[in-house]
């Protein structure tokens, strides 16, 4: 049996983030991945509130050295091709008005390389198949069929889509969200903006919002690109993923013409059903964090923030227990993850109801409103002083009945 102070099972953003954050300040770290790195995983687009973070845990730098694609803001297309433009610089005053497009298969891998800098013992092809609460022992199988015991003082499920700890504790419920399908892969050649422009990502209405799509540019020249939507709308078609991919692009007066000249460079690949909740975030000896906790939806790339604010704030908490101190893990972790989960949630739920689009295209709305619109979609959801993060759904509705 090994031993040690914190045991993470995923070796994502969040277990990374978590791990360096715990291993400076002097705690052993043992990180279970199923999965050798690099490997491919969605969700490339990521937020201003991703930035402060990454600085907070001194991982900025670090990021900066790969030259991603600098992510100034979002820009919402409609049918008729209208462009919204969204400016993440034009926000409530925060620091960070920029972000990153970024392959994940590179960001998560360099991540966990420098939590493997600190000291974090990483071991790949390792599944989690039981975990005794009481003792705080993890039992994992490695890719040789080797059972193999850990023992923690904290374990952290940071596993993202593979929710072990959620299964294995029975903590899953149904999300309040439809389930939808990510139809996706990726492209080179396609006709890219210029100057700052060429980073922002693309949100592509079509069909009155029965699906919408992505765009996400990268600094090599190519481009990931998916369609989203309820999973009757893409079976109601008959079509393989590969021709619904295309009949979208086709039908799009946008899209049509932005990939006249592109070519797939990837598999046509199909996520079903992504949302998830959970019954609780925490309990005697573990917590949750990222994706392992609530995956909401794609279209307001919240996923890696969340995951970045749960991680962060769950290893300082983790280092609280660990001395002894008093944590009130209701107040300071759940509830406190839980603000900004709701505000996203409402804004996701706006954007299926065509509130926000409504909102969006509006013409007279005032340079507060546009400002804290900035500020939410970039991630900052926790901060009072902006108009929606209380009450989000009655103001959203305010607002839609102001405008009509």
Known sequence: MQNCDILIIGGGPSGSIAACKLLKEGYSVVILEKL??????????????????????????????QKYMVKGGAIFINEEKKEQYIDFRKNLGQKWGTS????????DNVLLQSAKSLGAKVLHGYEVIAYNNEEN??????????EEKFKAR???DASGYGRVLPKLLNLDIPSDLKLRNAIFTRVKGEQRREGDAEGFIDIVIHDDNNAWIWVIPFSDGTTSMGVVCQEEYFKNTNLTKE??????????????EK????????????????SAAIKKMYGKGFALSGNATEFLDPVFSSGVTLALESSSKVASLISKE???????????????????????????????????????????????????ISSILSGYVWDEKNYFVNDTKNKINALVSMIQ
């Open 137 to 146: 022992i993890i039992t994992a199988k490695s890719k040789e069929n080797i």
């Open 243 to 256: 021709e619904f991919l295309d009949k979208v692009i086709s039908e799009h007066k946008y899209l049509k």
């Open 259 to 274: 990939f006249s000249t592109a070519e797939k460079i990837a598999p046509v690949g199909i996520i079903n059903g992504y």
């Open 36 to 65: 050798d790195f690099p490997r491919f995983v969605i969700g490339e687009s990521l937020l201003p509130r991703c930035n402060q973070i990454l600085e907070e845990c001194d991982l900025l730098e670090t990021i900066n050295k």
């Open 154 to 156: 904290f374990v952290l």
């Open 100 to 107: 990153f497009q970024v392959k994940r298969e590179e960001f």
């Open 322 to 372: 660990l001395k002894n101190e008093k944590v009130d893990w209701q107040k300071d972790y759940e509830e406190y993850m839980m603000i900004g989960i709701n505000v996203f949630r409402e804004f996701v739920y706006a954007w299926y109801e065509g509130k926000l689009r409504k909102i969006f295209y509006s013409a007279n709305k005032s340079e507060l409103i546009q400002k804290s």
